[in-house]
């Protein structure tokens, strides 16, 4: 592997996507990559101020939608883009499909709209529209995930939703890769860790070999 490689990571909350991710960085450091890890909303120190608004303040929709793209479009301008411009191989922990998923899926905002802005942020010099190279979807039932997470630390706004919120995520994640299938491996992340692991690394050779 020897080109750049941008790699995002979605589920809902408690599908345990965190090790996996960490799992990876290793996994790639130790086949002589660089690797940059990151994750939205966050990943620039003023990004990271958005996250907090947006994880911790209500608000409409659309100022949610918004902040999220403005997140995206300081994390893609100031770390994204300048580490696959070396190369490197990106491991984001939440991109775009997150916003489809969340805001689209789970708060029922305007798919059409969000197109727009997915265009508007993720334009980039040389490329007409970025996007991962692979996206991860570690696909859990929310009865299972709400599980989980009732052992978790405080929950944020999001992952104190109700378990129908987190269907429709789902079902929103589930529209996304319907619409770009051959970007997305989905997991089953309802399997031992080890298994889940094994399916990771075979979805990142498999999209490597290609
Ligand atoms: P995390 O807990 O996986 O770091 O994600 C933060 C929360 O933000 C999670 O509940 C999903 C939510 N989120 C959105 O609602 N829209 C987005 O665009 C992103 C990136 C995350």
Known sequence: MSRSWFISFEGIDGAGKSTHI????????????????????????????????????SMDSLTEAL???????????????????????????RFTDA??????????????VLQNLEQMVQKVPNTNLRQP?????????????????????????????????????????????QESPTRFAQIAADQSREMVWLDVVRAIELAYSK
């Open 22 to 57: 960490e799992g990876l960085a290793q996994w790639f450091k130790s086949r002589g990559h660089v690797v940059t890890l990151t994750r939205e909303p966050g990943g620039t120190p003023l990004a990271e101020k958005l996250r907090e608004l947006a994880l911790h303040e």
């Open 67 to 93: 902040i999220m793209f403005a997140a995206r479009r300081e994390h893609l301008v100031q770390v994204i883009e300048p580490a696959l411009a070396r190369g490197e191989v990106v491991l984001c922990d």
């Open 99 to 112: 916003t489809f998923a969340y805001q689209g899926g789970g708060r029922g905002f305007d798919w059409q």
């Open 133 to 177: 190279d692979l996206t991860i979807w570690f696909d859990l039932p929310p009865a299972v995930a709400a599980q989980r997470l009732s052992t978790a630390r405080v929950p944020d706004k999001f992952e104190s939703q109700p378990q129908s919120f987190f269907e429709s995520v789902r079902y929103g994640y589930a529209k996304r890769m």
